[in-house]
């Protein structure tokens, strides 16, 4: 709460699960305190019903009776549709949850929502990272603050808030994916970190968070930087996105992939992979006009030759053909690279 400026409202999201239900009993006592640190707080809840379990609106309604008898006052419950177009079913659940949350932190007029993710689920994001061969992004884990997303918990282990529960006499929901060895992240928690703790000596699971802590600094320095660059570089027209393709080369192989992916980003697409992005900037080493290489999210890039452009420019050729920066126009230097969404225009 220091570090986010205590904000006067904060609103706690709960699953009905161990950890968020513990975390909505401390915020609980805050809100009755009237408080935190002599600064006035008051808390609401939110429980998000993604509608993927049978009798998850029974789950939704009794976990938020529970969280009015900790205190919390407003408490939503929140039903989403989760759309798996174009991703997993835990990245579209993701999105919609993360959609609730924002929708009720603006309808409570919350500085803060306050997530119950502990140390056991950053371990089990970096061994995911790890097994999957992801990036320092991946590795680095979650946050304890982005944006208005807090994570208090993320140095407490789970026991701690299973022990929270008990002594505050709350019987938190379980939910059967936790333990479904039908999905890697289930296979994680209930497998292969007890596996490692057991062989390797305890211990393993604060390394790793310890790891995650180590690599968010470096992320974050790349991530200031490549988005700095991709403002200096980006060319708009219409919705498309241009990089040329002179200075992007230019650019160390670190800051040129996350500037990629950030051009992705900026026409709706979802973070690509390492794959997909060594294809994208193969197309900076093609001879003409080249491609498109698809980008997840429905995004395609083109390489767009000099030749191209300039005939473009000189034909006054269509929109789109040839991105242009805002501003006068100049006669191209180099060839681009541009991205194009393929989803249809919303209403």
């Known amino acids: 709460m220091a570090g986010a400026g205590y904000p006067s409202h904060v609103v706690v999201a709960c699953s009905g699960g161990p950890d968020s239900l513990a975390l909505a009993a ?13 600064h006035p707080v008051t808390v609401g809840a939110v429980v998000v019903d993604h509608q993927l ?15 009015r008898d900790l205190g919390l006052e407003p408490v939503q419950v929140r ?10 079913p835990e990245a579209a659940a993701r999105d919609a949850r993360h959609a609730a949350l924002d929708a009720a932190a603006r309808d409570q007029g919350a500085g803060a929502v ?18 999957r061969g992801s990036g320092t992004r991946s590795l680095a884990g979650m946050r304890p603050a982005r944006g208005l997303l807090l994570r208090p918990f993320l140095t407490l282990r789970r026991a701690d808030t299973e022990e929270i529960c008990d002594v505050e006499e709350l019987q938190p929901w379980h939910d059967p994916t936790n333990s479904d060895p039908a999905f890697a992240r289930s296979r994680t928690r209930v497998d292969v970190l007890p596996h490692l703790e057991a062989n390797l000596g305890p211990g393993v699971a604060e390394s790793l968070a310890r790891t995650a802590a180590i690599l968010q600094l470096d992320a974050d320095y790349l991530e200031d930087v490549a988005k700095t660059t991709f403002e200096s570089l980006v060319e708009r027209d219409g919705t498309d ?5 002179e200075p992007l080369r230019a650019l ?13 980003a900026d026409v709706g697409g979802q973070q690509p992979s390492y794959q997909r992005l ?7 080493r093609r001879k003409g006009s080249a491609g498109p290489v698809e980008l997840p999210g429905a995004v395609s890039v083109y390489r767009l030759s000099l030749a191209q452009l300039q005939d473009a420019t000189g034909a006054g050729g269509p929109a789109g053909q040839a991105p242009q920066a805002t501003g006068p126009r100049e006669p191209a230097r180099c060839g681009k690279l541009v991205f194009r969404s393929k989803k249809p225009p919303k209403n």
Do not use: K, N, W
């Not at 805050?30 to 408080?35: D, E, I, L, S, V």
């Not at 060594?278 to 900076?284: K, N, P």
């Open 26 to 38: 401390v915020a609980g006592y805050f809100a009755r305190r009237g408080h935190v640190d002599g």
């Open 53 to 67: 379990q049978e009798g998850s609106a029974g789950v939704a309604a009794r976990t938020a009776a529970a969280l």
């Open 79 to 88: 039903t989403v549709t989760v759309d798996r177009t174009g991703m997993g």
């Open 114 to 131: 306050l997530l119950g993710h502990t140390l056991d689920d950053q371990a089990e994001q970096v061994l995911l990272g790890l097994a």
């Open 241 to 245: 996105v241009a990089l040329p393709e």
């Open 252 to 264: 160390a192989p670190a800051i040129r992939f996350r500037v990629i992916a950030r051009a992705a």
């Open 278 to 284: 060594l294809a994208a900037e193969e197309l900076l």
